[in-house]
């Protein structure tokens, strides 16, 4: 087995662990540790610092990823090509610092409730976006090394489990809660000096610039590569993160945290289009280098079914038992119920449109790609403008549903206007009716004293009546195709 097949499925085990670990860290443990105001802070710190590091890098982290091959000479130290990584950046972090500072006094302005409670913290951004920056850039090199398992384990399970015994600590009294915000930096502080001796440990860290660097591809090259880049990453940073900025600002940063545990419950429905993603990138440039069509409709059909599926049970079981996932934190966050079931509406929908927007990105109408993103930010920014306002984090909530729905259905109409793709046969429908169906009988299970008796009566019904509606009407052959796999398994 190479090093590429190793490291990724050491990055597949780790993914999935982190991506549960996350789930339960995120939407559990530290709700129970912490005030939503506290919550709130500490995630528009790190929203705010994701934003700073993405400007700051200037695309960069992917330019490495891109031009690396290029480099790539051990023998000669890779051309310099670790300092130019750096170099760059760290010069574009020094102007956006000093943006920073001086438009301190804006920022808190827009935190106006909140302001005496950001204000001691806002030097601590631009710290903690120092080392999102690094982070970054050391991972991407690593990527271009083939050594990609360790940055995945540091930063999907030592990280999360690190903040968690941050938080573990104030709970039990032996942290302030400013504390707790500093172990959150130095923790990311943390991960990246241990990339950095990971680096050392390979005899990789290369830190002496040459001119050789500038010879085998111009800067001009590189700086524009990375303006493309950075349009592309910043309105995916900003969709990923603008929502829980906004709420923040034009509410509080108690909403902002009550929001934050809400966004996080609905993640859980993304795991399984995460996980997919990472095969069906390399796949379908494949079949575009092949221009083998045939082969990926029916891939983009097979596994928007498979996303629909899976979607709808993960959806229903969280939605029907949202009472009893609430009743795992204090009682404030509650307010997030309503929330949650919206983001599960619109990640249901980008489910069940499938990997369009794989599609286009792979495809040789990529730059389409940053079109939809960047309108998808703009619309996300203004929808969230005009709603939060009137129906605080609902209308959050609101926007996000819209905002997505819209960008599904413009880039899956542009797929098979340009591709004649599309994604939809008859087991679609099949699909949701028997979904409709399982979730009727589990709504109709009662409540009973218990609220864990209720969710394992209900989560019984739920999987019971949908996993045999499933199979009886072969609405997803796969499904069918391993149960018998498993049932000639079990008789051998």
């Known amino acids: 087995m190479g090093i590429v097949q190793r490291q990724g499925l050491r990055n597949t085990i780790i993914s999935y662990i982190g991506l549960g670990l996350g789930f339960v860290n995120t939407a559990l443990v530290l709700p129970n540790f912490l005030e939503p105001q506290q919550l709130g802070l500490t995630g528009t710190l790190s929203s705010i610092a994701t934003l700073y590091a993405q400007v700051a890098a200037f695309g960069f982290a992917s330019v490495g990823i891109r031009f690396f091959p290029y480099f790539r000479n051990p023998e000669a130290r890779h051309h310099g090509f670790l300092p130019l990584l750096l170099g760059v950046p760290l010069l574009g972090f020094v102007v956006v610092t000093a943006l920073y500072f001086v438009g301190e006094p804006l920022m808190l302005h827009w935190y106006a409730d909140d302001a005496t409670l950001l204000q001691p913290y806002y030097a601590w951004g631009a710290v ?27 930063q999907d399970i030592l990280q999360r489990l690190l903040i968690v015994a941050g938080a573990l600590l104030y709970a039990c009294g032996v ?33 002496r610039p040459t001119r050789a660097a500038l010879q085998i591809k111009p800067l001009r090259e590189l ?53 997919l993603n990472k095969i069906a990138f390399p796949l379908l440039a494949d079949y575009w280098k092949q221009q083998d069509l045939p082969r990926m409709a029916d891939f983009y059909r097979r596994t928007t079914l498979l996303n629909t599926a899976i979607g709808c049970y993960l959806a229903l079981g969280i939605g029907l038992n949202i009472d009893f996932i609430y009743s795992l934190m204090k009682t404030r966050y509650a307010e997030g119920a309503f929330v949650v079931l919206l983001l599960l509406g619109s990640r249901l929908f980008d489910s069940i449109t499938g990997v369009n927007g794989l599609i286009v990105v792979t495809s040789p109408r990529y730059r389409y790609d940053l079109i939809f993103n960047t309108s998808l930010s703009i619309l996300t920014v203004a929808l969230n403008w005009i709603l939060i306002p009137k129906l ?10 819209i905002a997505q729905v819209s960008i599904n259905v413009a880039r899956t109409w542009f797929v098979w206007y ?18 409709a169906a399982a979730a009727l009988a589990a709504w109709l299970v009662p409540l009973l004293h218990s609220l864990l008796l209720t969710m394992l009566i209900r989560s019984v019904v739920l999987t019971a009546v ?26 051998s």
């Open 175 to 207: 942290l302030p809660f400013s504390g707790y915000v500093v172990w959150y930096v130095g923790v990311n502080g943390t991960i990246s000096l241990l990339l950095t001796g990971y680096l050392a440990y390979l005899k990789e860290l290369h830190l």
């Open 418 to 435: 340009s591709y004649r793709l599309q994604p939809f046969t008859w087991r679609i429908p099949l699909v949701l009716g028997i979904a």
């Open 223 to 275: 700086l524009s590569m990375g303006g493309f880049t950075l349009l592309g990453t910043l309105s995916g940073t900003i969709i990923m993160n603008i929502d829980m900025l906004m709420v923040g600002a034009q509410v509080n940063l108690t909403a902002a945290g009550i929001y934050g545990v809400a966004a996080n419950i609905s993640t859980a429905l993304a795991i399984p289009a995460r996980s």
């Open 466 to 491: 949908y996993g045999v509606l499933l199979l009886l009407t072969r609405a997803v052959p796969e499904v069918n195709g391993l149960v018998q796999n498993l049932a000639r398994k079990l008789r």
């Open 128 to 154: 903690l976006a120092l080392f999102m920056l690094l982070y970054s850039l050391q991972d991407a090199y690593l990527k271009g090394l083939y050594h990609t398992a360790v940055s995945s384990f540091i």
């Open 392 to 401: 605080g984090i609902s209308g959050a909530a609101v926007a996000a549903v």
